[in-house]
């Protein structure tokens, strides 16, 4: 089975930039869709940005125009560049791979912290 593996958090500023990448050891292309979800302590897991097989890209209100998330079909990976941080976009950032109606393989996280 395909396994993601997710890099690139660390502690920036507010109006820093981050960008996080997620390595699949399969082909990406055996999901219908990848994104990047994010949970911050004592809140809901919220799906930020998502990217069909097609291409086609889908973001969250909270992120929309600051955050661009791409793929490297050559080098089976995944990212999140992150722009214009908030002290609200701390959290434990996630990889996931869509099949079959739902989020069925996640990668480890990554923790994101921005300071004010």
């Known amino acids: 089975q395909v396994q993601l593996v997710e890099s690139g958090g660390g502690l920036v500023q507010v109006g820093g930039s981050l960008r996080l990448s997620c390595a699949a050891s399969?082909?990406?292309?055996?999901?219908?869709?990848t994104g990047w979800h994010r949970q911050a302590p004592g809140k809901q897991r919220e799906l930020v940005a998502r990217?069909?097989?097609?291409?086609?890209?889908t973001y969250a209100d909270s992120v929309k125009g600051r955050f661009t998330i791409s793929r490297d079909n050559a080098k089976n990976t995944v990212y999140l560049q992150m722009n214009s941080l908030k002290p609200d976009d701390t959290a434990v950032y996630y990889c996931?791979?869509?099949?079959?109606?739902?989020?069925?393989?996640w990668g480890q996280g990554t923790q994101v912290t921005v300071s004010s």
């Open positions: 996931a791979g869509f099949r079959i109606g739902r989020w069925d393989t």
């Open positions: 399969g082909t990406i292309f055996s999901f219908a869709a």
């Open positions: 990217l069909s097989i097609g291409g086609s890209t």
